[in-house]
C-alpha cells in the first residue's frame, strides 16, 4: 500500500495509472486520503525523524528544492499585477 502511495508520489501519474502490482487503485488513493485528513502521515515523518538532527530539536524540517518540486512550463514569471480577488488595501497591510 505504502509502495503505491510512494510510486504515485514519485511518478506524478494519475491514480487510475497505478500499476496492478500495488493493488487496486481505488484503494491506494482512498488510504492516502485518510491517511493525509487523519494525521497518519504527519506520525509516520515523526516517527522517522525521531532522534536525527536532534541538534536542530523539534524545528527540524523537510526541506525541497527545483529538483524535487516540478514546475508547470508557465510558472516561471511572477504576477505583475495584485490578485483581484485581493484589494490593494488589504496588501498593504499584508506586507507591513
Given at each position: 500500500?505504502?509502495?503505491?502511495?510512494?510510486?504515485?508520489?514519485?511518478?506524478?501519474?494519475?491514480?487510475?495509472?497505478?500499476?496492478?502490482?500495488?493493488?487496486?487503485?481505488?484503494?491506494?488513493?482512498?488510504?492516502?486520503?485518510?491517511?493525509?485528513?487523519?494525521?497518519?502521515?504527519?506520525?509516520?515523518?515523526?516517527?522517522?525523524?525521531?532522534?536525527?538532527?536532534?541538534?536542530?530539536?523539534?524545528?527540524?524540517?523537510?526541506?525541497?528544492?527545483?529538483?524535487?518540486?516540478?514546475?508547470?512550463?508557465?510558472?516561471?514569471?511572477?504576477?505583475?499585477?495584485?490578485?483581484?480577488?485581493?484589494?490593494?488595501?488589504?496588501?498593504?497591510k499584508i506586507?507591513?
Amino acid at each position: 500500500m505504502m509502495n503505491g502511495i510512494f510510486h504515485r508520489t514519485r511518478t506524478a501519474t494519475p491514480w487510475r495509472d497505478l500499476p496492478p502490482c500495488y493493488g487496486r487503485w481505488k484503494t491506494v488513493y482512498n488510504r492516502h486520503r485518510r491517511w493525509s485528513l487523519d494525521g497518519t502521515w504527519e506520525r509516520i515523518l515523526d516517527g522517522l525523524r525521531a532522534g536525527c538532527d536532534e541538534v536542530e530539536g523539534e524545528d527540524w524540517t523537510v526541506s525541497a528544492d527545483s529538483t524535487v518540486v516540478r514546475a508547470h512550463q508557465h510558472a516561471a514569471g511572477a504576477r505583475h499585477a495584485p490578485a483581484v480577488d485581493l484589494p490593494s488595501k488589504g496588501l498593504a497591510k499584508i506586507t507591513k
